[in-house]
């Protein structure tokens, strides 16, 4: 460069989406929907391990019931059945929402809601994608 100063303008063309929990992000014309960021949804994931360290605590006779275990928790008991439920999805859905494979539409309220417990009858009453990033 001379001594005179000199500008430089860079132009990245961008798209900001909000995909799930509310977070930003942002993704390059060159990215396709099975290259996106692999970041696992820490809410789904700490929805899935709290279900988890509940039906753990009741398995090995903790707390007898939900409600036991709600009230040592603090928390409603409605809320902590519908969260156990999480533990009944198929090995793949968990697997995927610990990956961060999960679809978009997949989010906590989603899940919350009812769907079958056989695991066969689970992806299609569920979004859910098996294919890897």
Do not use: C
């Amino acid at each position: 460069m001379t001594g005179a100063a000199q500008m430089l303008t860079i132009r990245v063309p961008l798209a900001v989406r909000k995909p799930r929990g509310g977070r930003k992000l942002m993704i390059a014309p060159s990215s396709t929907e099975s290259r996106r960021s692999s970041a696992a949804d820490t809410t789904l994931v700490k929805a899935l391990a709290r279900a988890f360290r509940w039906r753990r605590m009741m398995e090995t006779g903790r707390y007898a019931t939900i409600n036991e275990l709600a009230a040592a928790e603090k928390i409603n008991s409605s809320y902590v059945s519908r969260v156990m439920r999480l533990t009944l999805l198929a090995p793949g859905i968990v697997e995927a929402i610990l990956d961060g494979r999960q679809p978009d539409g997949m989010t906590l309220p989603v899940l919350m809601e009812p769907f079958p417990v056989e695991w066969e009858g689970q992806p299609p009453a569920i979004p859910f994608s098996t294919q890897r990033p």
